[in-house]
Every structure is written in structure tokens, then in C-alpha cells.
């Protein structure tokens, strides 16, 4: 991995060597903060502290304006008649793990041919044509392989991907293999690549984007698919839904289903819409998760439900107000002990902005049930660049 690293810092050298002025883009961020948790609970009855805890992984919280630490550095360079696009990502709470793999997000090359109707890319790929152009995003990034792109007509354009991407390891753990082409190296602890060359290896998306709209849907063979709509047709409103529905089945047994070949199928809605009219800004996005019984009891709730509403206010080009609220109808598990209950959290903060690129950002979050999420207050400080 770190030879990896050395190679795409090598790469970044390089291309820096070249003129700003022929195809080389580089940006990115750097955003952190501390939070302190507020929360005297049950469980600090004794007032040992315990639950009063101020660390460094949140930059601001909150699901529309927030997220944890983090650094982000993106190089683009379009060159002639091809190019090649870098992330370097990590969270900056990982401290001997910013190295890995997991946190180079793309690394690739392409060639255009035919004007660019034609693009061959290869790496580890990230999607700039075919992803869902919802909240969610979804795309079959992150894997090693190639991909042919086509864009027939102006607005159109359609991808066949052949990678090692696995739908499997999509949101579960690597110790979970699928009945598929995807080898999984028990005494090594990693993933090996593909025993054979099948259907499972390929992937089909497309898009087409106007001025007005834009639709963009993908299937990958071994059990994912993605579509969604975008609508900006009205000035200042912009309008999103997508779904994505994964179909997987484990050829063995597990922890949580006890049951060799198991189905587990779950599908992925969310919309979103928001309103700019400056100096006001607000919006929701809301999300429905829905599985069959794999993880859950057939008694208990097999899907969970968010809502997230928010606010902004400028108050001058210095400072701004912000709120959001999330609410959080989980879903019901096994075991009863885990069983959750619905509720919500309201995050009001204060932005100052020292510039377009810089800005601190002094926020609160309370929430209805301490027992799921704690009252907690906190800064963060990002800088673009």
C-alpha cells in the first residue's frame, strides 16, 4: 500500500510540473473540530466523566451540514485526447491508518477517441457519466477494472464496466462472502480477486442530462441496481429521487441469519428537494430503508425511516445562521435488547465565513433520546482549496 501511495504521490509531482494552463485541476479540503458530549445520562449517574467525552473525529455534526474530520485532495488532469483523476480521502481520527487503500477513493487513466464519443478508462475507477444523480449518488466506484464509455448524442451517455466491484461488500463486512465469482482468502484475511470470468464481473449504466432534467440508472449483475431523476427546471429549486436495491445471497452460514444461502434483499429510497432564495436557503431529505428478515425478526420492523428538514439564514457575507433536524424511525432487530425507538435531534450552529474558502462553523445538537444519540456542542473549522 505504500508503494501505492509513493506511486500516487509520484504521479501528483508530476503532473504539477505541468502548465495550470493544460488540463490540470487540483483541489480538495481540509475540515476539523472538537465536540464535546454534554449528555449527563443514566449510565454517568455515579458522574464519573464517562460520558462526557471531548474528542477531535467530528468536524460539525448534523446529516445535511455535517460530518467527521476529514481531508480530501483531488487531481484531475485532462490532457490530449485522454487524462487521469486522483482522490486521496482520509478521515483525519484514523491516525496510523490515513495509508490504506480504503482512503485512495479513484485512481485512473482514460483515452478519448472519436472527439470524446468514445472513452476507455481503466484504474481504480470512479464514475463521471453514469452515477445517480440523487442524494444518495450511487455509483460502482471504488473498484479496480476498466470501463468503455459511450456518449452517442449530445446528453446521452452509456458505460459498460467489467471490475472486481461486489455488491457484497457494498455495506457488509469481508468476512461475508456471496454466492458469486468473488474469492475471499480465509487465511490471508483478503480479498484475492475473481476464480472465474463471468457475468458477475460486469456492470450496464446510463445517463442523460438537459438543462432542465437529468435520469441516470446502472445495474451491476451480480445483485445491485440504482436509478434516479434530478429536476432544476425552476429557478432556485432543485428536485431529486433515486433507489437503489440490493439482492445478495451468503454461501455460508452467518451470525445473524444462523442459515446457510440466505436471501437478503433491501431496497434504498430517498428525495430531496431545496429552495435558494438568498439570503434564505432550506430543504429536506428523507430516506426509507426497506429488508426482508435476514437481520430482523419476522415479528419486529424490517425497515427504518429518515427525515432531514433544514434551514440556513445569511445574515451578511461574514456570518450566517444554520439549523437542521433529523428524525429517526429505526428499524426493530433479533434481539429486543437492541430494539430501538423513534427520535430526533435538532442541531442549531453559526457560521462565520473569513472568506468564499474558509469559514468556522459553532454548532449545538440536542437530542429527544440521550440513550441513542447525547447532547453534545462543538467547532469546526474547514478551509477549500
Aim: charged content about 20%; aromatic content about 14%; some cysteine.
Amino acid at each position: 500500500m505504500k508503494k501505492l501511495i509513493a506511486t500516487a504521490a509520484a504521479s501528483v509531482l508530476a503532473l504539477a510540473t505541468i502548465s495550470a494552463g493544460e488540463g490540470l485541476k487540483v483541489s480538495g479540503f481540509i475540515r476539523g473540530g472538537l465536540s464535546d458530549d454534554i449528555t449527563d445520562s443514566v449510565a454517568d449517574a455515579d458522574h464519573s466523566g464517562k460520558d462526557d467525552v471531548v474528542i477531535g473525529k467530528t468536524w460539525v455534526n448534523g446529516d445535511h451540514w455535517g460530518g467527521v474530520s476529514r481531508g480530501r485532495l483531488t487531481v484531475n488532469y485532462d490532457g490530449d485526447n485522454g487524462g487521469v483523476c486522483f482522490r486521496f480521502q482520509p478521515n483525519l481520527a484514523d491516525g496510523k491508518d490515513y495509508f490504506t487503500n480504503d482512503n485512495v477513493k479513484y485512481a485512473m487513466a482514460y483515452a478519448n477517441f472519436f472527439d470524446s464519443a468514445v472513452i476507455v478508462e481503466g484504474g481504480k475507477l470512479t464514475d463521471r457519466f453514469t452515477a445517480a444523480v440523487d442524494d444518495k449518488g450511487m455509483a460502482f466506484d471504488g473498484s479496480m477494472g476498466v470501463r468503455l464509455v459511450v456518449k452517442p448524442i449530445d446528453g446521452l451517455a452509456i458505460a459498460l464496466q467489467g471490475s472486481d466491484y461486489n455488491p457484497a461488500y457494498y455495506n457488509y463486512e469481508e468476512k461475508y462472502i456471496t454466492e458469486n465469482s468473488r474469492y475471499y482468502d480465509e487465511k490471508k484475511a483478503r480479498r484475492q480477486g475473481n476464480e472465474k470470468f463471468d457475468a458477475n464481473l460486469f456492470s450496464l449504466s446510463a445517463a442523460y442530462t438537459t438543462d432542465a432534467f437529468a435520469f441516470a440508472a446502472g445495474a451491476h449483475f451480480s445483485g445491485i441496481f440504482y436509478g434516479s431523476f434530478a429536476y432544476t427546471g425552476v429557478e432556485n429549486l432543485s428536485v431529486s429521487a433515486g433507489f437503489v436495491a440490493h439482492y445478495a445471497k451468503w454461501n455460508k452460514a452467518t451470525e445473524y441469519t444462523g442459515d446457510a444461502k440466505k436471501a437478503y434483499d433491501n431496497l434504498l429510497l430517498d428525495f430531496a428537494l431545496e429552495y435558494d432564495a438568498d439570503p434564505v436557503l432550506f430543504g429536506f431529505v428523507t430516506y426509507f430503508w426497506n429488508a426482508d428478515d435476514a437481520w430482523f425478526s419476522k415479528e419486529g420492523q424490517d425497515f427504518s425511516l429518515t427525515l432531514n428538514p433544514y434551514v440556513q439564514y445569511k445574515l451578511s457575507d461574514i456570518t450566517a445562521l444554520r439549523a437542521e433536524s433529523t428524525l429517526y424511525v429505526p428499524h426493530s432487530y433479533d434481539n429486543d435488547a437492541l430494539t430501538k425507538d423513534m427520535y430526533c435531534t435538532v442541531t442549531p450552529s453559526v457560521v462565520f465565513n473569513a472568506s468564499e474558502k474558509a469559514d468556522v462553523n459553532v454548532w449545538l445538537q440536542i437530542s429527544s433520546d440521550t440513550d441513542q444519540t447525547h447532547h453534545s456542542t462543538g467547532v469546526g473549522v474547514r478551509y477549500n482549496f
